[in-house]
Structures are given as C-alpha cells and as structure tokens.
C-alpha cells in the first residue's frame, strides 16, 4: 500500500523557536497534501490544504503566517511552526492523495511540545 | 458540504465477542466512505473504504462494513475481536466528484477489548 513517512516524529523546542516538520509521499505522488493537528482523544482538525507548486490553502482560524507550508515537490510538504508557543504543543499528522487510488493516505504523526 | 457522526465515543467489549462501531454521514452529493484505525501515538491507517460496486467492503484483519444509503450509514463491524483491536477508529467521507476534495472526520469511537 501507499506509504506516507513524517519527520520529525517527535519534538521538544523552547517557546520562541521555529520547527520544520517533512511530509513525504514515498511511493506516489501527491499533487495534493493535507495538515491536520489533532489535540488528545479528539478527532482530526484541518489546518491546511497544500497543492504542489501553489499556495496552500488554510482553514479558518489558521494563521497562515505561523503554520508556513510548502509543497516543493510531488513527493514532499513541509509544515513549519514559527515562533512556537506552548499552546503550539499538539500531534500534527500530514496525509498526502493518491489520484490513482481516489485515497488519502496518513503519515504517523509528529509530536511538537514547546516548553 | 459534509457531515460525520459517529455516536459511540467509547465501546466496550470482551475479547471473541463481536462489535458494531456505528456511522452516519449526511451529504448533498454522492460521497466515498472510509474507516481508518489510529493506535496510540501514532498516524491513522486505512482500514477500508468504500469508492463504488459492491456496499459491502472487507479489511484484511476481519472488519467489514456496509454502505447502506437510504439509512445513510456506514457501521464498522467484526464478528470476534482481539486485544490488538483495541485503538480509535474514525469514519470519514468525502464527495465523490472533482479532486482531491478533503475528508471529513467523525469524532472517533475508542474500541477497548477487554480480556
């Protein structure tokens, strides 16, 4: 099946400093990648939409300007937390599409805690 | 736009007993169904879904589910399950027309099977 591989998997960072996390589809592309963050025992919250080669497209009550997204290529997005902040702290997990399979397949999920 | 309700936020069950994890949706358009299962600490994994054909549908691990669309649902089921089973599984649809269109989550049903 469809893999999906995040880095980091987990993360501490002091409050203030910005965190990089990769999401990669490995043996597909994806033209269209999505972000959610999901808070303990809740279900998934869309944060953004990212379309490779184009801006992302993000949800009401995103700060687009401190979730960065880029989807460089058809196999990559990155979601970078600027200027964390302890209310940041949360599990981000990315999936990318399969237009082959008309599916969404999940990554396993980054931990971010900022201190 | 879409909806997802998954009435049971925690069941129960003993080990070798069977299971019914309940889901409904509303839609406008013709939706694809799917469950995915998310073990704890990690991403979410597809469990099965349905895109078209036939209304029943079957994981490897012994779930099935049923499309049924006059009652809107699309309940999880298994006829014996295992300690391995335990974990949080959410139903999810999106509108079967254009690309890429996002999921939509329930709130997730916390599956305990008990020894």
């Known amino acids: 099946g469809a893999v999906v591989s995040q880095h980091p998997s987990w993360v501490i960072c002091k409050s203030g400093t910005s965190v990089k996390i990769e999401c990669r589809s490995l043996d597909f592309q994806a033209t269209t990648m999505f972000w959610y963050r999901q808070f303990p025992k809740q279900s998934l919250m869309l944060m953004a939409t990212?379309?490779?080669?184009?801006?992302?497209?993000?949800e009401q009550g995103v700060e687009k300007d401190k979730f960065l997204i880029n989807h460089a290529s058809l196999t990559l997005s990155t979601l970078t937390v600027t200027s964390a902040h302890p209310e940041d702290s949360s599990f981000y997990i990315c999936?990318?599409?399969?237009?082959?399979?008309?599916?969404?397949?999940f990554g396993p999920g980054t931990r971010l805690t900022v201190l | 736009a879409q909806s997802v309700t998954q009435l049971d936020s925690q069941v129960p069950v003993f080990e070798e007993a069977p299971v019914e994890l309940r889901c409904n949706y509303s839609?406008?358009?013709?939706?694809?169904l799917f469950w995915y299962v998310q073990y704890p600490n990690q991403g979410l994994q597809l469990l099965l879904k349905y895109l078209s054909g036939s209304t029943l549908v079957e994981s490897i691990n012994g779930f099935e589910a049923e499309f049924n669309k006059s009652q809107t649902s699309f309940h999880l089921r298994k006829p014996s399950v295992h300690i391995s089973d335990t974990a949080e599984y959410f139903c999810a649809v999106k509108g079967s027309s254009g690309s890429a269109r996002q999921l939509t989550f329930g709130s997730g049903t916390q599956l305990t099977v008990l020894p």
């Open positions: 990212s379309n490779e080669g184009s801006k992302a497209t993000y």
């Open positions: 839609s406008s358009v013709s939706v694809y």
């Open positions: 999936s990318a599409f399969s237009g082959e399979s008309d599916t969404q397949y």
